[in-house]
């Protein structure tokens, strides 16, 4: 037993990977920990990670309260800065929340980002919005039994620097020119001032082959039989539920770092990072708390995929939004909105 008039001196044990290959490590370990006491100054080009979400419901992965998640937030916050070089990016992915017994939304991942622009010195070098065309219709009481909100389908993804000037290229992630675009090249534009006010040269015809992306990444999470879940399966071992698709930090460890480079996910989880960056031939360091989900990782890299995602056939294909007037001579709006906003349920009829 401890003696409470006594100081104890406690050490901190140094961790070792629980798993390595030769430009890569995954720890089992408090990344916290991890990242104050192996991780140096200015030792890293890239953190990219989906940290738990500020959620309502508790899952079974750990996640902390929303209306706690900046405090909690704020010693990784202080962390990352020390270890990012001055031209290295933090990218994190968070999804917002759902106020409890309310349809009204959380404000945590805001204050989370001004947390980390005001108190910690971090800049905003672009917002993301990933939108997921495969989402479910949630949440569901507000979304499909009383009909008062629509579906949430998009995730925020935060781009910070340590300074203004991270180093990056969007040369590094174009893509194809729409069928729109294609025909202006073909059929020639005149150089005008748009009613916008935006002046469009004759530059605007040129042809380089392809096209700037948008902030807003359209990326389905569908993944059903990867050689990761096959391992999961195979050897019994338990599949980490919220994994974020590989071509994610795929986007963002090819937009911002070289061949070379050190890309550190604190929470790894089944080390989605770890994996891609292996591919890319990126240094790279997973941390995730549970063994769990670390023993079916380690599946990723068993025969690291070479084969790059333009292959792959779930890539590739166009995601279309409708227009939001696609349906409006054919609905019924003659059906008067609830007063109360939709707070009392409506009972159902046959």
């Not at 905003?124 to 009481?141: C, D, H, I």
């Given at each position: 037993?401890?003696?409470?008039?006594?100081?104890?001196?406690?050490?901190?044990v140094?961790?070792?990977?629980?798993?390595?290959?030769?430009?890569?490590?995954?720890?089992c370990?408090?990344?916290?920990?991890?990242m104050?006491?192996?991780?140096?100054?200015?030792?890293?080009?890239?953190?990219?990670?989906?940290?738990?979400?500020?959620?309502?419901?508790k899952?079974?992965?750990?996640?902390v309260?929303?209306?706690?998640?900046?405090?909690?937030?704020?010693?990784?916050?202080?962390?990352?800065?020390?270890?990012?070089?001055?031209?290295?990016?933090?990218?994190?992915?968070?999804?917002?929340?759902?106020?409890?017994?309310?349809?009204?939304?959380?404000?945590?991942?805001?204050?989370?980002?001004?947390?980390?622009?005001?108190?910690?010195?971090?800049?905003?070098?672009?917002?993301?919005?990933?939108?997921?065309?495969s989402?479910l219709?949630?949440?569901?009481?507000?979304?499909?039994?009383?009909?008062?909100?629509?579906?949430?389908?998009?995730?925020?993804?935060?781009?910070?620097?340590?300074?203004?000037?991270?180093?990056?290229?969007?040369k590094?992630?174009?893509?194809?020119?729409?069928?729109?675009?294609?025909?202006?090249?073909?059929?020639?534009?005149?150089?005008?001032?748009?009613?916008?006010?935006?002046?469009?040269?004759?530059?605007?015809?040129?042809?380089?082959?392809?096209?700037?992306?948008?902030?807003?990444?359209?990326?389905?999470?569908?993944?059903?039989?990867?050689?990761?879940?096959?391992?999961?399966?195979?050897n019994?071992?338990?599949?980490?539920?919220?994994?974020?698709?590989?071509?994610?930090?795929e986007?963002?460890?090819?937009?911002?770092?070289?061949?070379?480079?050190?890309?550190?996910?604190?929470?790894?989880?089944?080390?989605?990072?770890?994996?891609?960056?292996?591919?890319?031939?990126?240094?790279?360091?997973?941390?995730?708390?549970?063994?769990?989900?670390?023993?079916?990782?380690?599946?990723?890299?068993?025969?690291?995929?070479?084969?790059?995602?333009?292959?792959?056939?779930?890539?590739?294909?166009?995601?279309?939004?409708?227009?939001?007037?696609?349906?409006?001579?054919?609905l019924?709006?003659?059906?008067?909105?609830?007063?109360?906003?939709?707070?009392?349920?409506?009972?159902?009829?046959?």
């Amino acid at each position: 037993m401890l003696d409470r008039n006594k100081s104890y001196a406690y050490v901190y044990v140094m961790a070792k990977p629980v798993f390595k290959t030769k430009i890569g490590k995954i720890y089992c370990d408090d990344s916290l920990k991890l990242m104050k006491n192996q991780l140096k100054d200015s030792s890293i080009d890239l953190i990219m990670t989906s940290p738990p979400f500020g959620l309502v419901r508790k899952k079974s992965y750990g996640n902390v309260d929303a209306e706690d998640y900046v405090e909690w937030f704020k010693d990784f916050g202080n962390q990352f800065h020390r270890i990012l070089k001055d031209s290295g990016s933090l990218v994190i992915d968070i999804g917002g929340a759902w106020n409890p017994g309310q349809p009204t939304r959380s404000l945590y991942h805001f204050e989370l980002l001004i947390m980390l622009c005001k108190e910690m010195g971090f800049h905003l070098a672009q917002e993301f919005y990933w939108w997921s065309p495969s989402k479910l219709p949630t949440p569901a009481e507000w979304v499909t039994v009383r009909r008062i909100r629509v579906k949430d389908a998009v995730n925020c993804v935060w781009w910070l620097s340590k300074t203004p000037w991270p180093k990056s290229s969007n040369k590094r992630i174009l893509v194809p020119y729409s069928s729109s675009m294609k025909h202006l090249l073909k059929n020639g534009y005149k150089a005008k001032k748009r009613p916008s006010g935006h002046d469009i040269s004759d530059k605007f015809t040129t042809n380089n082959k392809a096209a700037i992306p948008p902030n807003l990444i359209a990326l389905p999470n569908t993944e059903s039989n990867s050689s990761y879940q096959r391992f999961c399966r195979e050897n019994e071992l338990v599949e980490h539920p919220a994994r974020f698709p590989s071509s994610l930090p795929e986007m963002f460890i090819r937009m911002l770092t070289d061949k070379g480079d050190t890309v550190f996910d604190p929470f790894g989880g089944s080390c989605v990072t770890g994996e891609v960056a292996e591919r890319l031939k990126r240094k790279w360091i997973c941390c995730d708390l549970s063994e769990e989900y670390i023993a079916g990782a380690k599946g990723r890299f068993n025969e690291v995929d070479k084969t790059l995602p333009s292959k792959n056939n779930a890539l590739g294909k166009v995601y279309e939004l409708n227009h939001p007037a696609a349906m409006w001579d054919e609905l019924d709006d003659n059906e008067l909105l609830q007063p109360d906003g939709g707070k009392k349920r409506k009972k159902k009829t046959s």
